[in-house]
């Protein structure tokens, strides 16, 4: 972040400090604690030095956001659905839409972090998100990944072959 050059910037979890650095000539500043659950509450000040102390900034600590999202087909009624697991997770919702604006609904909740979407009509673009939880004594969730779309189109023929099988017709499999 960045303060007044010279503060001292402390964090806090209520009234126990996790860690003070000083900001550099220009003002900036790195904080480093230790690692927090998902859903804790902290406080940074900066204190000058004259010893005023700044307005409290409060930062809630998220879930780790699922990352590499994909969207393939999977066959002609369906679409496949991956990302990159985040660490200290419970599990994932992922969401559907058949815009990439418009209103999104809740599909399915997993552990896994792929999700097999089937019963689509063939053609039609999907818009996927997902988000990350972690549940201890409340659940606390991830933003959103960004957006990703596909369409259930059939799949590719293999092994193509064509054949003569008389004067004027060829035999295709």
Known sequence: GTAEAGSTITGKV???????????????????????KAGTTLTVTATDDAGNISEAKVVTVKVALPTNLKAVSNSYNSVKVSWTA??????YEIYRSTSSTGTFSKLFTT??????????????TYYYKVRAYKTDTQTTYSNFSPVVSAK????TPISAKAASSSYNSIKTS
């Open 86 to 91: 985040a660490s200290g997770v419970s599990g």
């Open 152 to 155: 259930s189109i059939p799949a």
């Open 111 to 124: 552990s896994s972090n792929t999700y097999t979407n089937t019963g689509l009509n063939t053609g039609t």
């Open 14 to 36: 209520g009234t126990t400090v996790l860690g003070t650095t000083i900001t550099d000539k220009d003002g900036n500043f790195t904080l480093t604690i230790p690692v927090q």
